[in-house]
């Protein structure tokens, strides 16, 4: 159009001045030149002949496209006609073209269905449910855009209302029509509508791993778009490397336990493994958060609110997350900070993070959802030990624990602020190198290790778990950063926890032996208090109601142990019973006879040793 300031009061009134105003697709650009034009027309002096003109050719345009839908349908008429990049589709007795779509009957518009342009473009097929979604493409203000739905959103005239919150033209009068314009147009077209593959989790899905692999789509929860959004590749490759290997020299195992971690996230389903939690636990201001973010941009941004989580939100959602990162690494900041609903429930969600299994749910139509499922690694830090939350051996024999020593990072502002400009480098050729290394000779590392930390004193879960992290870190080592900074054997030994100390039975009885030496009074004849048994013989001789509160109040089962104890000559039965009669001040009582600690004398107490011993160990100088 001629600048402004040229128009005069014969030029503004041209025709072409009109024709150019309603040749404009955009309705905001359209606006804003009239609202221009009027201006000038106002200092012209012909605000009141323009605003005339403006009425009759808006009163033209308007026959003119009301003409042009009462038209009879011709072949050339039952296609769409809408300008972008989609290809024209046959729409049959439908009208749609850039002014929206119109149902006709007997060669004449019955009705509107959608006033701007839309259209199904491509079908989604879930490769975990089989469900469908639907891409539909639709034009507003000159400009298209793409939205993914539910196919079942677009077949009922009661949910597809729920689109105009995402700007389509579409309320509860025009609804069925619009649904009968996509279903048409979707079946007319079937051989023309592509159809995608597509997954709502991250991972390995058959021989590719999402996000990488571009064949498989993913049509994920839009609750965790930022997540998936956040696993990228940015920044340099060079200059995150050299950061990081600087970073291992130092030794320090925390920055080279958390990352062969996140590396071993994607191994655990290829080796057959279970989802297991590493656990950084310390004093604050040592570097945990810091080691959590330079494990994250491993494969992600590790800027907050990016892909790093926390333990402030729903059981449910965090099952959610877990599904949907599958066999990327679940990461979690600060144990410390809980909802109320996790808080009450504490060892349950941890104990499902460490299963790989959600809970099953039904849903409105009494069906069954499916049910969410993950085999990953657990990335989580504290400042208090994860297992200290935890009392069920289940869910400990899945946590390894490493403790947080002071000043991990020299300078950990500089190695925050790197890793948040450099990120998601490595993920994607560590992804790489493990397809040309092959899952067997991935299988064969492991087992290396397996054999080399087998122990009969250590758990063999947590073996295993510790087997995949070893192979994670050597692969990553030897391919990524060619340094030779390798987790040693003895390092990770160390986070092993004894066999004895893991089982819940084990524990029970250092519980019950704990109690009695604590409360030798509930046990004498003196003391005016509420009794639990007697000392007798190198036996705690418990009454029967005594024993299960004790067990309870532990939170162990009384029957589990029993049947233990009596496996370990522990306790002393009588007639195939795990309790005995004991005549208390002359009446029979059911009592368990539980043996007590070898180190123990009769009243319960580990015996001192000969003075003069302990003075000569305590004083050297003697």
């Known amino acids: 159009m001629e600048p402004l300031a040229r128009l005069d009061s014969n030029s503004i009134l041209d025709e072409k001045i009109f024709l150019e105003i309603f040749d404009q697709e955009d309705e905001i650009t359209k606006a804003r030149m009239i609202l221009s034009l009027t201006d000038r027309a106002t200092e012209l002096g012909v605000k009141k002949k323009f605003e005339e003109l403006l009425k009759a050719y808006k009163r033209v345009d308007r026959e003119t496209k009301q003409r042009e839908r009462k038209k009879p349908i011709t072949m050339l008429d039952k296609w769409t006609n809408f300008e972008g990049p989609y290809d024209n589709m046959f729409c049959g007795a439908w009208i749609a073209g850039e002014d929206g779509v119109y149902a006709q009957n007997d060669s004449q518009v019955d009705a509107v269905a959608c006033y701007h342009p839309i259209l199904p473009v491509e079908r989604m097929k879930n490769l975990e449910t089989g469900e469908e979604q639907i891409k539909i493409a639709y034009k507003r203000n000159g400009r298209w855009d793409e939205i993914i739905v539910p196919k079942t959103m677009v077949t009922s005239a009661s949910k597809i209302v729920s689109l105009s919150g995402r700007g389509i033209s579409v309320t509860s009068e025009n609804a069925k029509l619009l649904v009968r314009f996509l279903s048409d147009v979707e079946n007319m077209n079937d051989s023309h509508i592509n159809v995608q593959y597509s997954t709502s989790k991250l991972g390995w899905i058959k021989d590719q791993f999402i996000p990488y692999d571009t064949e498989i789509v993913f049509d994920g929860d839009q609750r965790f778009r930022q ?27 925390e920055i080279k336990f958390m990352m062969a971690a996140s590396f071993a996230s994607v191994l655990v389903s290829l080796l057959g493994g279970l989802p297991f939690i590493l656990d ?33 939100t729903t059981e449910v959602a965090l099952e959610a997350k877990a599904d949907m990162l599958n066999h990327l690494p679940v990461i979690l900041d600060d144990t410390s900070k809980t909802s109320s609903r996790i808080r009450d429930n504490f060892e349950g969600v941890v104990y499902d993070l460490c ?55 020299v300078d950990p502002q500089e190695t925050a602020e790197l890793v948040k400009k450099h990120y998601g480098l490595a993920g994607k050729r560590y992804i790489e190198i493990l397809k040309k290394l092959g899952v067997d000779e991935i299988r064969r590392i492991q087992k290396e290790f397996q054999a080399k930390l087998h122990d009969d004193e250590a758990m063999q879960k947590q073996s295993m778990s510790l087997a995949i992290l070893l192979t994670a870190d050597k692969i990553a080592t030897d391919y990524l950063f060619k340094d030779g900074e390798y987790i040693t054997l003895e390092e990770a030994k160390g986070v092993l926890i004894n066999r004895n100390d893991l089982s819940d039975n084990e524990r029970c009885y250092r519980y019950l032996q704990d109690k009695i030496a604590m409360n030798h009074q509930r046990f004498d004849a003196e003391t005016k208090v509420e009794k639990w048994g007697i000392l007798e013989n190198g036996y705690a001789i418990i009454y029967n109601q005594a024993f299960k509160e004790l067990c309870k109040s532990g939170g162990f089962s009384d029957k589990a142990f029993l049947s233990w104890a009596d496996r370990q000559s522990l306790i002393e039965t009588q007639g195939g019973r795990m309790t005995k009669v004991k005549k208390v001040e002359g009446s029979p009582v059911r009592c368990v006879f539980l043996k007590l600690n070898d180190k123990l004398d009769e009243d319960g107490f580990e015996p001192v040793e000969d003075m003069e011993t302990i003075e000569q160990e305590e004083l050297p100088f003697k």
């Open 227 to 253: 997540t998936y959004d956040s696993i990228s590749e940015h920044g340099n490759w060079k200059l995150w490397q050299s950061h990081i290997q600087k970073l291992r020299k130092t030794g320090r195992v």
């Open 280 to 312: 950084l636990w310390g004093e604050t201001e040592g570097g945990k958060t810091v080691s959590l973010m330079v494990a994250t941009s491993i494969w992600a941004n590790p800027d907050e609110s990016a892909y790093i989580g926390d333990f402030k």
């Open 355 to 409: 299963s790989g299994k959600g809970k099953s749910r039904s849903n409105k139509e009494l069906g069954i959802n499916r049910e969410n499922r993950w085999k990953n690694c657990i990335l989580t830090n504290g400042e208090r030990p994860l297992n200290s939350y935890v009392s069920q051996g289940g869910a400990i024999n899945r946590i390894l624990e490493v403790e947080c020593k002071d000043h991990v990072f």
